[in-house]
């Protein structure tokens, strides 16, 4: 059997045409499926990962794709992916690529966290949702950098809708009952059963997208912490299985949180800001009086 030649690697034999340095390269859209220690969610999620690592040498080709596919492959694979085991990734990613001089790499996770909510007021009822995430870590000179962002959905009811609807009902109560004396409470209580509605304000599905910096050193990733915290602060969260008690009393959660987009941004910037760094926050409210949308910005970004 004739001896077998070694492979060619030009990556490493051939000089790149046009010289110069790189600030990131490798690869995005990676399917992977990770594990995540979240209270309420299934262990298991498909996740689209990117990885890059620097390319300072300008002589250099290129880098080893396939050394940062590997590495990728055993994140999360037997245990949850934390704060700490993508730091050691990410100083796995620089060590694999010593000799193309990379002293930088970053990795970005982008999955749909899926947690059961418990309905508002029937006890046993519960249903799944699911929030957009992303979570970005960049390791450089020993240090990492880790940020969060996930998706909030809730509901928004605008405050000036809802004062002209008022308006409109007490005139229409002051028509009805404006020349009586006396008011019979079960004459008043069935008027409005029948048209207390004479005027609605519009409310519309709106969403936050929320940009944390998270603790490196943190045992996990406390993502269902960092949404229940947007989703308090907001008041209005959107629901998954309910009965009519749990529409109404969802109903009572718009009628108690009247929100502007600003009204909505300035309170998730407060209420966020209490326990995490870096915060930005970008809300959207898709307007049902409008063909266009209310949005706003606060914080980082």
Not at 148 to 155: F, H, K, L
Not at 249 to 255: E, I, P
């Amino acid at each position: 059997m004739p001896p077998v030649s070694p492979l060619p690697d030009v990556a490493l034999t051939d000089t790149p045409p046009a010289p110069g340095p790189l600030n990131w390269v490798g690869m995005q859209h990676i399917d992977l499926p990770i594990l995540l220690s979240e209270p309420g969610c299934p262990a298991s999620t498909a996740s689209q990962i990117d990885v890059q690592v620097d390319l300072p040498d300008p002589a250099i080709k290129g880098i080893h794709m396939s050394r940062l596919y590997r590495l990728l492959d055993t994140l999360g694979t037997d245990t949850p992916v934390t704060p700490r085991s993508l730091a050691r990734l990410l100083a796995q990613m620089v060590e694999s690529h010593a000799d193309c001089q990379s002293r930088q790499a970053r990795v970005q996770l982008r999955f749909q966290l899926l947690c059961r909510r418990l309905a508002l007021v029937t006890a046993g009822l519960s249903g799944w949702k699911a929030y957009p995430v992303r979570v970005r870590a960049q390791w450089g000179e020993g240090v990492m950098q880790l940020q969060a962002q996930v998706e909030v959905g809730y509901s928004s009811t605008c405050p000036c809708s809802a004062a002209l609807s008022r308006q409109v009902l007490a005139q229409a109560f002051q028509a009805q009952f404006g020349g009586e004396g006396a008011l019979d409470p079960e004459a008043v209580a069935a008027w409005l059963r029948e048209h207390g509605s004479v005027a609605t304000p519009h409310s519309q599905r709106s969403v936050a997208r929320i940009d944390v910096t998270l603790d490196p050193q943190a045992d996990s990733l406390g993502l269902i912490a960092l949404i229940d915290c947007a989703e308090a602060a907001l008041g209005t969260p959107l629901q998954t299985a309910v009965k009519r008690a749990d529409e109404q009393a969802f109903a009572q959660l718009n009628g108690q949180h009247l929100m502007y987009v600003e009204d909505a941004a300035r309170k998730l910037g407060l209420g966020l800001r209490e326990r995490y760094e870096g915060v930005g926050v970008f809300v959207s409210h898709a307007e049902s009086l409008h063909p266009h949308d209310a949005v706003a910005w606060v914080g980082r970004g």
